[in-house]
């Protein structure tokens, strides 16, 4: 069995372990107002995506979240990282999204700043509700960050994710 199929295989078994769910056809919603579509080309890691947009290709980085590192070529794989991808890829990849602006446009490194929604389900909030990011903030983009602090809060105490795998931050 190839890597690839291995990682997928591990995001749905993750996905019923975990209890976590795809969203249903009933819960697409309308995008939120001035977003902009775009299609995912490819997922680069549990927190970042390629889409097309404009005829063009963009990086996009996922506001309000941090998922464990897995491509970086200067770190180690952290723990968690590959299945934060898989799941991130089992959500967005190849799939219509909707991309919402906070108030950055960019982040240091180019890439766009981004809330990401796809079938009604903002996936920055689904990937830390589901345990396989934290919530992180960098003001001034702060739109939904109780939000996203509440669901992690959620997760840790329910185990989810890597809050039930990974050892605490900084051990």
Do not use: H
Not at 2 to 25: K, Q, S, Y
Not at 129 to 153: C, H, I, M, S
Request: hydrophobic share 40%; aromatic share 6%.
């Amino acid at each position: 069995m190839g890597r690839r199929w291995r990682l997928a295989l591990a995001a749905v078994l993750a996905t019923l372990l975990l209890g976590c769910r795809l969203p249903t056809a009933a819960e697409t919603a309308a995008p939120p107002a001035g977003a902009v579509e775009a299609r995912v080309v490819r997922v680069v890691d549990g927190d970042t995506i390629i889409v097309a947009i404009g005829g063009r290709q963009q990086r996009v980085r996922y506001i309000g979240v941090n998922a464990p590192e897995s491509v970086d070529p200067r770190r180690e794989v952290q723990c968690f990282g590959r299945e934060a991808a898989a799941r991130n890829a089992q959500l967005v990849d190849g799939q219509r999204v909707w991309l919402e602006k906070d108030v950055s446009e960019t982040d240091p490194y180019g890439r766009l700043l981004r809330y990401v929604y796809v079938n009604g389900t903002m996936v920055n909030a689904e990937l830390v509700r589901e345990g396989y990011a934290r919530a992180v903030t960098f003001p001034p983009d702060v739109r939904y960050a109780e939000e996203l602090r509440r669901l992690e809060r959620e997760a840790r105490e329910a185990r989810r994710g890597l809050w039930g795998t990974c050892p605490p931050p900084g051990r």
